[in-house]
Antibody
């Protein structure tokens, strides 16, 4: 079964850091570009970051640029999101999503919740 | 403000058809045939329903269809069923450092 499983979420104070992980199974991660997408409580989907198959090309939403870093370890079939200088507005469910084309995300994880609060 | 504009809510009765619009610009929706639609039930992850404007992934009902005219894309659901009640989001490729843009979402209520 093709599956993505996120982990690493939790409660963190403003200014703190967290590292999210996304484990892929049922397919070979290195064949796919990947994204992180988040959803604040009661709000819509917000694209956060993209990474190419090799990891050589990355993009970020303006709201997280210079604070978040996306990376991947294809040997471990894993995707990561290092989040630094966290703010209250980063509170959200974070999803990793497979990105087989330039338009769509065809496989999503169940998400991991990040709460930034003192 | 969301990059793509969707109506906040739509409703319909079982068996009817509804259409959800998604308006962008020539830099995203209008410039590429790379619009997708996602369905999200409460507490669940989004599910891809339409990609590349009008293509359905395997397993998605043919009651779901997509189209595009100019800078506006549309999702049509025919033969509404109770299980279609959910939030729907459009997204588009955007040729910029913001690679993907989403709409604000539309809540579909089946009356």
């Amino acid at each position: 079964e093709v599956q993505l499983v996120e982990s690493g979420g939790g409660l963190v104070q403003p200014g703190g850091s967290l590292r999210l992980s996304c484990a892929a199974s049922g397919f070979i991660l290195n064949g796919y570009e990947m994204n992180w997408v988040r959803q604040a409580p009661g709000k819509g989907l917000e694209w956060v970051s993209y990474i190419s198959t090799s990891g050589s090309t990355v993009y970020y939403a303006d709201s997280v640029k210079a604070r978040f870093t996306i990376s991947r370890d294809n040997a471990r079939d894993s995707l990561y999101l290092q989040m630094n200088s966290l703010r209250a507005e980063d509170t959200a469910v974070y999803y990793c999503a497979r990105f087989p084309g330039e338009s769509n995300m065809d496989v999503w994880g169940k998400g991991t919740t990040v709460i930034v609060s003192s | 403000q969301s990059a793509l504009t969707q109506p906040a809510s739509v409703s319909g009765s079982p068996g009817q058809s509804i259409t959800i619009s998604c308006t962008g610009t020539s830099s995203d929706v209008g410039g590429y045939n790379l619009v997708s639609w996602y369905q999200q039930h409460p507490g669940k992850a989004p599910k891809l329903m339409i990609y590349d404007v009008n293509n359905r992934p395997s397993g998605v009902s043919n009651r779901f269809s997509g189209s595009k005219s100019g800078n506006t894309a549309s999702l049509t659901i025919s033969g509404l069923q109770a299980e279609d009640e959910a939030d729907y989001y459009c997204s588009s490729y955007r040729r910029s450092s913001t690679l993907v843009v989403f709409g604000g979402g539309t809540k579909l209520t089946v009356l």
